[in-house]
């Protein structure tokens, strides 16, 4: 079974972008704040659906889990995005790909703004 996303007419499947990796923060209303300009231009990625934001100070994690259209806007935001937390000096950094099961998120509500 196929998803079809109408906000892009799509017929392709969705796919989820997990990323994680240890943060010393900031987290909350600091992160809001610092990574503002940074989620203006995800926004803009091609084929983003929308992106939650994850942190747990507790644990010192962060990161955050990503909708997209294409197999391949999703494969390619990882590898960018991957990249871009290398760069900052972030280690153990942890990515992956996932194809959205639609008839069981349906029931679950996952694709109500999907």
Request: aromatic share 10%; glycine share 10%; charged share 25%.
């Amino acid at each position: 079974m196929t998803i079809t996303h109408t906000h892009e007419r799509h017929t392709e499947p969705l796919w989820l972008v997990q990323v994680d990796f240890p943060s010393g923060g900031p987290f909350g209303e600091e992160m809001a704040e610092a990574y503002s300009e940074l989620a203006h231009s995800i926004a803009g990625e091609s084929g983003l659906v929308w992106k939650l934001w994850t942190e747990n100070p507790e644990a010192g994690e962060a990161g955050g889990v990503y909708l997209f259209s294409t197999r391949e806007d999703a494969q390619a935001y990882l590898d960018k995005h991957t990249a871009r937390l290398s760069s900052w000096g972030t280690e153990d950094i942890r990515g992956r790909v996932f194809r959205v099961n639609p008839a069981l998120s349906r029931i679950t509500r996952g694709l109500d703004h999907a």
